[in-house]
């Protein structure tokens, strides 16, 4: 009995996976998210957008733009319709991973940077005081801002190319040719 049912365990198994292994799929960068729906931009260059309407949130998790996701999906009734029934994500943004303590201890003066995953910032050994990060449009630059402390009324920008970044390092060139390797602390 107990080999029946271990066999019975087992089949059913190997039916779910390969169910869910015969879900169509489609690849593709993130590039808008809203509760109800996310569009991808495929390899290829196509623009998809998928419903996300009654999904289950574990299956299909909250995206940020930039994010290369896998979304396997299915095609409502009305033919037309794609919604998602299971995201992965393949390549996160940088918006996932610039968030965190970063420390370039390769100059004479060390400089720590802070970046909130709010957006606010702050550093040390900078020569001025930052309160903000954010990314431009194409997700490629890195921009800081904060007051100049000689007028309060004046914001700073600072703009950093984004040479690289993974998970354990952020290398940045500002227009000036100033560069930071940073290490994730």
């Given at each position: ?47 998809v ?45 940088a ?55 000689s ?35």
């Amino acid at each position: 009995m107990k080999k029946a049912f271990a066999f019975l365990a087992f089949a059913a198994a190997l039916l779910t996976a390969c169910h869910e292994s015969a879900a169509p799929f489609i690849d593709g960068l993130v590039t808008d998210a809203t509760i109800h729906s996310i569009t991808l931009t495929t390899p290829e260059g196509e623009t998809v957008t998928l419903s996300t309407l009654g999904t289950d949130p574990v299956l299909v998790p909250g995206v940020l733009p930039g994010d290369g996701v896998r979304v396997h999906y299915e095609v409502l009734a009305d033919g037309e319709t794609l919604r998602a029934v299971q995201l992965d994500l393949t390549a996160p943004s940088a918006y996932r991973l610039l968030p965190g303590i970063w420390r370039d201890c390769t100059a004479d003066q060390e400089v720590g940077l802070v970046l909130a995953e709010d957006g606010s910032a702050r550093a040390t050994g900078w020569s001025a005081p930052l309160q903000d990060w954010s990314l431009d449009l194409d997700g490629q630059r890195l921009v800081l801002t904060g007051e100049d402390p000689s007028d309060a009324k004046k914001t700073l920008l600072q703009i950093f190319q984004i040479e690289k970044l993974g998970v354990d390092s952020l290398v940045v060139v500002s227009d000036e040719g100033r560069r930071f390797a940073f290490s994730r602390q």
